[in-house]
């Protein structure tokens, strides 16, 4: 074999070396994280620290009913959780680009972002309420036509509002902690916000009221688009909480005295209550 062969022959080994190299490689990486997740063995959520009792601290430690939720969503696909505070305007462009995983709150499933993230099956039927003062009531959410109500920055929500009562001003805020302040010092006449995070406002100011509940559509966890095994995983992991009882559970210890949950035996047959 002439010099010039010879090294072709080298040349052309070595890039076979590395290609069956690079191959291995990657599958052992894919098999390390079949989930695809942002850290291999871990399952990152983005939660809300100020929406007692469905996402908050306690202890220095995430707390609340969808932290306990996701917690048994990881434990069930074998991934260990970890929760990132974050404001709710960032969430679904956060999961998105990989940022997190996913959520440890019920977002809002609309055409807008299902364009942008994967829904898992829905985690529960969004319903809200208008949180008003006792001493200047808003019994209904029409009665705050040509008034002014807080809502958080970048909430579904807000279109809900709009459609029940065009003349209602909306003001948004930061996060529910600033929406309160607002009302409290009567900046606002109103806060609307979701059922669970209204209860517990209820709970912790006497001098509030709510009114009537609304349904303002599906709640469901943001999965990134490019993650199908992840949306797989996480929705046959719920499917096993509804069908076995826990998620009846989770909720009866963060909402004592509400019951059944809005639309969830409908949406299941095999919800265990």
């Known amino acids: 074999m002439s010099l010039s062969r010879y090294s072709k022959f080298l040349a052309t080994a070595f890039v076979s070396t590395l290609a069956i190299s690079f191959s291995g490689s990657a599958s052992a990486g894919a098999d390390a994280n079949p989930l695809q ?57 956060s999961v998105s680009g990989h940022r997190y995983d996913s959520a440890a709150f019920a977002v809002l499933v609309t055409p807008a972002r299902e364009k942008v993230v994967n829904f898992t099956t829905p985690v529960n039927f ?24 807080a ?3 970048g909430s579904a929500l807000i279109p809900v509002l709009q459609k029940i009562e065009p003349a209602i001003t909306v003001r948004t805020f930061p996060n529910i902690a600033a929406s309160t302040a607002a009302l409290k010092t009567e900046q606002v006449s109103g806060l ?14 006497p001098d509030f009221m709510a009114s009537e509940s609304v349904m303002s559509g ?13 949306l797989k995983a996480m929705n046959t992991a719920f499917a096993g909480i509804i069908s076995d009882g826990t998620y ?23 919800f265990k209550k």
């Open 218 to 230: 599906k709640g469901a966890l943001p999965v990134a688009k490019d993650r199908p095994a992840l």
């Open 37 to 93: 997740t942002v850290e291999p063995g871990q399952i990152i959520y983005a939660f809300r620290a100020d929406d007692k009792p469905v996402s908050f601290i306690k202890d220095n430690k995430p707390a609340g009913f969808m932290v306990d939720l996701t917690t048994e969503i990881a434990k069930r696909i074998k991934l260990k959780p970890q929760y990132v505070a974050t404001d709710f305007s960032s969430m679904v462009p």
């Open 151 to 153: 809502i958080t920055v």
């Open 248 to 270: 009846m559970k989770l909720y009866s210890k963060w909402y004592p005295n509400e019951g059944e949950p809005a639309g969830m035996a409908q949406e299941y047959p095999n």
């Open 192 to 205: 609307f916000t979701g059922f669970e995070a209204s209860s517990g406002l209820l709970k912790r100011n």
């Open 126 to 149: 969004a319903q809200a309420r208008l949180v008003s003062l006792k001493k200047a009531p808003l019994n209904t959410v029409k009665s705050a036509a040509g008034k002014t109500v």
